[in-house]
């Protein structure tokens, strides 16, 4: 894991000097970015009360400190006695002179079309949609699906919703409809926001089928906001999004909140069950972000930041929220990465002067192994890049430095759903190994424990946070049981993350894959018990199993194990094109299987649970670990004469 001192990326003085982080630590009155960083674990109170204003976080009622935890480290209260809106932080630089008139949003369609706001005309539009979305009804605490493709209007959309109280529900523009009734239905979503549709590599991709048949099984769905082509009409009984959009300014200020009420919660899948709903707040979420995008990634106004991302996942609001709060201009692009060819992402750099930009390993890898293409357009504005979402080898981490970025420095970025921004990332102050992470985030108490609960330097263990952080989940929507169970059981006091990490004897940090059974393909979150229990639908199926592998291209691959019911005699290859046709139908096409395997009998445990740590490490070749609690031994011969013979 050292690597060649050579691949070891290295400020020089200008960057030390100019770099965002280093005039936050000499606001402090310390000599460097690793004092800075002592102090946010020794004395995190000010550092954050500090923080906030070097932030220029905008406050109705400024808090009366950083913290209280009467009811436990596990629900923490932060900034109690403030009273707040993260947006007013946004709408601060649209009515500041000094930044007014710069670009706040640039969106690319895949047809090429551009549309752009300045900051002013970004904060009269969030004004205008908020006045609109108070007309109809939507208020302070009302939940709000939003289904829509990145751009103009889900950046507005998202403000707005957050400006008037409302909790915002982000879904996937590629989720199914029992994909996006799961997650509608806990949070008991009165209105959603979706898109007609879009285009993807050129065809039009509709959308007002699935979310239609969504809506009729959510009763409390009592308005669908649809924004629509220009030309195309709104569907019927819906309200038209560019309607909501001309609403007159009503003047009215965004909602007071407390730094604890939720502005957004965003399902993310788990090993079992239904998806778990992170719930985050108008003093967590914005402000970890605000805090990542000065510290880790460098950002501040004039800075032109391009992190293509769908609006349903977390990075879709980390993207808009680390651009907006910080000033700079954010660069939507909605469509294929490599459509019309993999020129795409190197035009798009060198369209809108793009001086930050982010992608996952998944499309970096697409990007190496077409690089002629992918390197044709001019990338010389940019100065950072930004990788997260899952693991990144070094050979592609390179790759992204010195070729697409000409050896700008690439900063790895990892925390989660659950936890808004970073446990562990890099700073621009410090060298970079490649694939590794220069720092834990300040004010995050990280730590790798080993099965005891230990701490271990140079050993793989638990990635875990030693006490209550900003920008961790409030808890899960309307369950804190399982919150307790996920996050902060296996170790007393200790958030343990479910990721494998190596801490350096140099402070550094190396990531090694999740040590529970949740997938991620193309650096989308899915839960296996999400897509066993869509396959179960199938009348000719007894039982499932999903687990995903490494992938060259997509970082893991889904691979799906079945049962078929007693007395079945169809075909094997038919059955195996059925299932993987009928997960891609139900959870969307960027989840369809790239196996199906049918077996006689699934490892599970005495008391009948599927073992799927054990197929996935038949499948990946790793030794199997303690089988102890193994009642069918004779399933793993079967599975193990499945992958010998390739079938």
């Given at each position: 894991m050292a690597?060649?001192?050579?691949d070891?990326?290295?400020p020089d003085d200008?960057?030390?000097e100019q770099?965002?982080?280093t005039?936050l630590?000499r606001?402090?009155?310390?000599e460097d970015y690793d004092a800075?960083?002592r102090?946010?674990?020794?004395r995190?109170?000010?550092?954050?009360m500090?923080?906030?204003d070097a932030l220029g976080?905008?406050?109705?009622?400024r808090p009366?400190g950083y913290?209280?935890?009467?009811?436990g480290?596990?629900?923490p209260?932060w900034?109690?006695?403030?009273?707040?809106?993260?947006?007013d932080?946004?709408?601060?630089?649209?009515a500041?002179?000094?930044t007014?008139?710069?670009?706040?949003?640039?969106?690319?369609?895949e047809?090429?079309a551009?549309r752009s706001?300045?900051f002013?005309e970004?904060?009269?539009?969030v004004?205008?949609f908020?006045?609109?979305?108070?007309?109809l009804?939507v208020?302070r605490?009302?939940?709000v699906g939003l289904?829509?493709?990145?751009?103009v209007?889900?950046?507005?959309?998202?403000?707005a919703l957050?400006?008037?109280?409302a909790?915002v529900v982000?879904?996937?523009?590629g989720?199914?409809?029992d994909?996006?009734?799961s997650?509608?239905?806990?949070?008991g979503?009165?209105?959603?926001?979706a898109?007609?549709g879009?285009d993807?590599r050129g065809?039009?991709?509709d959308?007002?089928?699935p979310?239609r048949e969504?809506a009729?099984?959510l009763?409390?769905i009592?308005?669908?906001i649809?924004?629509?082509v220009?030309?195309?009409p709104?569907?019927a009984?819906?309200?038209?999004?560019?309607e909501v959009?001309?609403?007159?300014?009503d003047g009215?200020?965004?909602?007071?909140?407390?730094p604890?009420d939720?502005?957004m919660?965003?399902?993310?899948?788990?090993?079992?069950?239904?998806?778990k709903?992170?719930?985050?707040t108008?003093?967590?979420?914005?402000?970890?972000i605000a805090?990542?995008s000065?510290?880790h990634f460098?950002?501040g106004?004039?800075k032109?930041?391009c992190?293509p991302a769908d609006?349903?996942?977390?990075?879709?609001?980390?993207?808009?929220?680390s651009?907006l709060?910080?000033?700079a201009?954010l660069?939507?692009?909605?469509?294929a990465?490599?459509?019309?060819?993999w020129?795409r992402m190197?035009?798009?750099?060198?369209?809108?002067?793009?001086t930050h930009y982010g992608?996952a390993?998944?499309?970096?890898r697409?990007l190496?192994a077409?690089e002629?293409?992918?390197l044709?357009?001019d990338?010389?504005t940019?100065?950072?890049l930004?990788?997260?979402?899952?693991g990144?080898?070094?050979e592609h981490?390179?790759?992204?430095q010195r070729?697409?970025g000409?050896?700008a420095?690439?900063?790895?970025y990892?925390?989660?759903?659950?936890v808004?921004g970073?446990l562990?990332s890099?700073?621009?102050?410090?060298p970079?190994?490649p694939a590794?992470f220069?720092t834990g985030s300040p004010?995050v108490d990280?730590v790798v424990?080993?099965a005891?609960?230990r701490?271990v330097i140079?050993?793989?263990?638990?990635?875990?946070v030693?006490?209550?952080f900003?920008?961790m989940?409030?808890?899960?929507?309307q369950d804190?049981?399982?919150?307790?169970?996920?996050y902060?059981r296996?170790?007393p006091?200790t958030?343990?993350?479910?990721?494998l990490?190596?801490?350096?004897?140099d402070?550094?940090f190396?990531?090694?894959?999740?040590?529970d059974?949740t997938?991620k393909v193309?650096g989308?979150?899915l839960g296996p018990a999400?897509?066993?229990?869509?396959?179960?639908?199938?009348?000719?199926?007894?039982?499932?199993?999903?687990?995903g592998?490494?992938?060259?291209t997509?970082g893991?691959?889904?691979?799906?194990?079945v049962?078929?019911?007693p007395?079945?005699?169809?075909?094997?290859?038919?059955?195996?094109?059925t299932?993987?046709?009928h997960?891609a139908?139900?959870?969307?096409?960027?989840?369809?299987?790239s196996r199906?395997?049918l077996?006689?009998q699934?490892?599970?445990?005495?008391?009948?649970?599927v073992m799927?740590?054990?197929i996935?490490?038949i499948?990946t070749?790793?030794p199997?670990?303690?089988l102890?609690?193994l009642d069918?031994?004779?399933?793993i011969d079967e599975l193990?004469?499945?992958?010998?013979e390739g079938?």
């Open positions: 690597g060649d001192e050579r070891i990326w290295r200008r960057e030390i770099a965002e982080v005039a630590a606001a402090f009155g310390v800075l960083h102090v946010s674990l020794e995190p109170g000010d550092y954050w500090r923080v906030i976080i905008v406050w109705s009622r009366d913290v209280r935890f009467d009811r480290p596990e629900f209260d900034f109690p006695g403030g009273e707040l809106n993260w947006v932080t946004v709408l601060a630089w649209c500041d002179p000094r007014s008139g710069n670009r706040a949003v640039v969106a690319e369609r047809d090429g551009v706001l300045t002013a970004l904060g009269a539009a004004r205008r908020a006045a609109g979305l108070r007309a009804g208020k605490g009302d939940r289904l829509t493709e990145n751009g209007e889900a950046t507005v959309s998202l403000l957050s400006c008037v109280g909790i982000p879904l996937f523009s989720f199914g409809t994909a996006i009734v997650r509608l239905e806990p949070s979503v009165s209105t959603l926001i898109t007609t879009f993807r065809k039009r991709v959308l007002v089928g979310v969504a009729s099984q009763p409390s009592g308005r669908i649809w924004k629509s220009e030309g195309e709104v569907p009984g819906g309200t038209g999004w560019h959009a001309l609403t007159v300014d009215m200020p965004a909602e007071r909140m407390s604890s939720p502005f919660v965003i399902y993310t899948s788990g090993t079992t069950g239904k998806p709903g992170a719930v985050h108008h003093g967590g979420f914005p402000l970890k805090h990542d000065l510290v460098n950002v106004p004039g032109v930041y992190w609006m349903g996942w977390i990075a879709g609001t980390l993207v808009l929220a651009a709060l910080r000033g201009t660069v939507c692009y909605d469509g990465p490599d459509y019309p060819d020129s190197s035009r798009v750099v060198e369209r809108h002067g793009v992608s390993p998944t499309l970096i697409g190496a077409n002629a293409l992918a044709s357009g990338r010389s940019v100065e950072l930004i990788t997260a979402g899952e990144i080898d070094p981490f390179l790759w992204f070729r697409f000409t050896d420095p690439v900063i790895n990892t925390g989660g759903t659950e808004s970073a562990l890099s700073v621009v102050v410090k970079i190994r590794g220069n004010g990280v424990l080993d005891e609960g701490p140079g050993e793989v263990g638990e990635l875990s030693r006490r209550a900003v920008g989940t409030q808890s899960f929507w804190d049981e399982r919150y307790l169970d996920s902060w296996t170790v006091a958030w343990v993350h479910g990721d990490a190596m801490e350096m004897e402070g550094s190396f990531m090694l894959g999740r040590s059974d997938l193309a989308k979150r999400e897509v066993e229990e869509v396959v179960l639908e199938l009348e000719a199926v007894s039982e499932a199993a999903a687990i592998v490494p992938d060259a997509k893991e691959k889904l691979i799906v194990f049962i078929a019911m007395g079945w005699s169809g075909d094997e290859e038919q059955l195996g094109d299932v993987a046709a997960v139908d139900r959870l969307g096409k960027p989840f369809k299987p199906v395997h077996v006689r699934l490892p599970k445990t005495r008391s009948s649970k799927r740590r054990v996935k490490r499948w070749g790793q199997l670990g303690d102890s609690a069918n031994p004779g399933a193990q004469s499945v992958k010998a079938r």
